[in-house]
């Protein structure tokens, strides 16, 4: 089962941040977090990964709280593009493997 | 990161007939993943398949309905058997090319069982 619980839709306007926020309270202390996002008839898009330090890159900033039970994707400026199903992950590892166990998501929808 | 090619991108079958699933990466990679997407619906993941043992199904998924194949390090097969109308859904892989990146998805196959 995902270890992770989101708000099942968000919207904001076109150019402010948008804030997704994640819980994962029962994440153990080797699990990374993992976003992703989907655009309607593609396959997922990796957007950013972290295990306890904040995280940024071109596309998004990752903010985990000190006790790691929630994290927030942050995409600083969103744009209509942005419109898509985000995907909060805690990795696991099982039969000597780490997979990616998905949850119901996020669906965020940016407004002109 | 590494490149998937999947096909086919979709199809149309009877129900009652198989369907095999290719997966094709850029690159060796050590594990490769298969997910089912059903309609308006999460991603679930159906089995890992590494190279040279048998896959490793979640609970809910048997090898007489979704064999895999992985024989060699850039290339996996899914087969859906003996389909049925509930079988219709998105069927994608995801491999993991290198550490400190995340997870690369396919574009998938659209299924569509009659």
């Known amino acids: 089962d995902a270890k992770t619980t989101q708000p099942p839709s968000m919207d904001c306007a076109e150019g402010r941040a948008a804030n997704l926020p994640c819980n994962h309270s029962t994440i153990s202390g080797n699990e990374y977090v993992y976003w992703y996002r989907q655009i309607h008839s593609q396959g997922p898009q990796y957007i950013i990964h972290g295990l306890k330090n904040n995280e940024t890159n071109e596309m998004a900033s990752l903010i985990i709280t000190e006790d790691r039970k929630s994290s927030t994707l942050i995409l600083p400026h969103a744009t209509l593009r942005d419109t898509a199903v985000y995907y909060c992950i805690v990795r696991v590892s099982a039969d000597s493997s780490y997979k990616l166990i998905f949850g119901s998501g996020t669906r965020l929808l940016v407004r002109p | 990161s590494a490149v998937i090619s999947q096909k086919p991108s979709r199809d149309i079958c009877q129900r009652g007939t198989s369907l095999t699933i290719q997966c094709q990466v850029d690159?060796?990679?050590?594990?490769m993943f298969w997910y089912r997407q059903q309609p308006g619906q999460s991603l679930t993941l159906i089995a890992t398949?590494?190279?040279?043992?048998?896959?490793?199904?979640e609970s809910g998924f048997v090898i007489d309905k979704f064999p895999i194949s992985r024989p060699n390090l850039t290339f996996s097969t899914l087969t859906v058997s003996n389909m049925s109308p509930e079988d219709s859904s998105i069927y994608l892989c995801?491999?993991?090319?290198?550490?400190?990146?995340?997870?690369?998805f396919g574009s998938g196959t659209r299924l569509t069982v009659v």
């Open positions: 398949a590494n190279q040279g043992s048998e896959a490793t199904y």
């Open positions: 690159s060796q990679v050590t594990m």
């Open positions: 995801s491999v993991r090319a290198k550490i400190g990146f995340g997870y690369t």
